[in-house]
């Protein structure tokens, strides 16, 4: 079973950072791609985010292209979202997840576990 804790939400203004963390089960943390998602209110659930096994292919949405950077530290067993400049827009739940690779995260099958989330709102 993987266990993914997602933390480092919380209420921020337009402009400011902020950034998420994902702690991972280490059985499984340096064999696994990594991503984020999103879930705004009203919305369905969005990619953000992925990033391979050795960090060395990563892929962001259009969205939050040029603001957010995914990284992993896998001494730590940690996945990242560094999140700048933040928009009203980006307001919703977080979600970590893990999957094959970061490709079949981005454009599916998808994950396949997921973290519980983490709240991030942005005030304008």
């Known amino acids: 079973q993987v266990q993914l804790v997602e933390s480092g939400g919380g209420l921020v203004q337009a402009g400011d950072s902020l950034r998420l963390s994902c702690a991972a089960s280490?059985?499984?943390?340096?064999?696994?791609?990594m991503g984020w998602f999103r879930q705004a209110p009203g919305k369905e659930r969005e990619f953000v985010a992925a990033?391979?096994?050795?960090?060395?292919?990563?892929y962001h949405a259009d969205a939050v292209k040029g603001r957010f950077t995914i990284s992993r530290d896998n001494a730590k067993n940690t996945v990242y979202l560094q999140m700048n400049s933040l928009e009203p827009e980006d307001t919703g739940v977080y979600y970590c997840?893990?999957?094959?690779?970061?490709?079949?995260?981005?454009?599916?099958?998808?994950?396949?576990?997921w973290g519980q989330g983490t709240q991030v709102t942005v005030s304008s």
């Open positions: 997840a893990t999957g094959e690779s970061a490709r079949t995260i981005q454009v599916g099958p998808g994950p396949d576990y």
């Open positions: 280490r059985r499984t943390f340096s064999d696994r791609a």
């Open positions: 990033i391979s096994r050795g960090s060395s292919i990563k």
